[in-house]
């Protein structure tokens, strides 16, 4: 890939989902994958596939495939993935969900680590080693740590005020699990993902029904 090559958006928002499958197979001792293997995995066409990975200049070997070390690499590199880039983030609301989320050690493997994490009810001055504030400090805390990524768990009605608190404290990319059909009135400089997990397995659901029914 030369320095000048812009790689479609469409191919990026496909990388994680390369780069996931990617990682768990050199966590399952594979050293190569074909380019069938991670069409079926990611639900796409081999043409598509081929098309994606010619971006990241990674060569594949007819009946072989792509080795997967490189790939990793490559991958990792395009998302901004590589270990001496370390993306920093806050978490609002730590109840079950957000919980869950500050324990998760998957994200180290992405290079996100939770600087600190805020909630109207603080019972510790820690969380897993991730130092917690009363959320009426996010004014004061976020921009000394000098973090610009929240990951919002607050419940749903919450999320509106949580998430202009965090923008008025220097937040520039929101991760909202908050309530996906929440659409958060925010200056556009601010990117805000809506997680919905619930989409996500309605979708699981009615491809797993039209498998079913088509008898696979
Ligand atoms: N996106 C998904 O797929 C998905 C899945 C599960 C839950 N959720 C959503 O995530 C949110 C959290 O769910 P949960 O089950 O963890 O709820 P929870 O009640 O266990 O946790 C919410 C936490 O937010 C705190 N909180 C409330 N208002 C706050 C504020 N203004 N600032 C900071 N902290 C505040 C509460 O004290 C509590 O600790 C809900 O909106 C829920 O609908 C989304």
Redesign the pocket.
């Known amino acids: 890939m030369s320095a000048e090559t812009v790689i479609p958006l469409p191919s990026i928002r496909r990388f994680p989902g390369y780069y996931y499958t990617v990682t768990r197979a050199i966590m399952a001792g594979e050293t190569h994958i074909s380019t069938s293997d991670l069409a079926r995995r990611a639900n796409l066409t081999p043409i598509q596939v081929r098309k994606d990975i010619e971006y990241t200049g990674v060569k594949g070997r007819t009946r072989i495939g792509y080795p997967c070390d490189e790939l990793e690499q490559a991958l990792g590199k395009i998302l901004g993935l590589e270990f001496e880039h370390e993306y920093r983030a806050v978490l609002?609301?730590?109840?079950?969900?957000?919980g869950a989320l500050l324990g998760h050690r998957g994200f180290q493997q992405y290079g996100i680590r939770f600087e600190a994490a805020?909630?109207?009810?603080v019972r510790s001055e820690e969380f897993r080693g991730i130092p917690l504030y009363e959320?009426e400090r996010m004014g004061e805390i976020i921009p000394s740590l000098g973090v610009e990524i929240a990951v919002l768990?607050?419940?749903?009605e919450?999320a509106s005020?949580?998430a202009q608190n965090c923008v008025s404290a220097g937040i520039r990319g929101i991760w909202n699990?908050?309530?996906?059909s929440l659409h958060l009135e925010l200056p556009p400089r601010v990117l805000v993902r809506n997680?919905?997990?619930?989409l996500r397995f309605s979708s699981f659901f009615a491809e797993f029904h039209h498998l079913e029914r088509d008898g696979r």
């Not at 609002?92 to 957000?98: A, D, F, P, T």
């Not at 805020?118 to 009810?121: K, L, W």
């Not at 768990?153 to 749903?156: E, S």
């Open positions: 609002i609301g730590v109840g079950s969900l957000g805020f909630d109207i009810d959320a768990t607050v419940p749903q919450a005020a949580a699990f908050s309530g996906a997680i919905d997990l619930g």
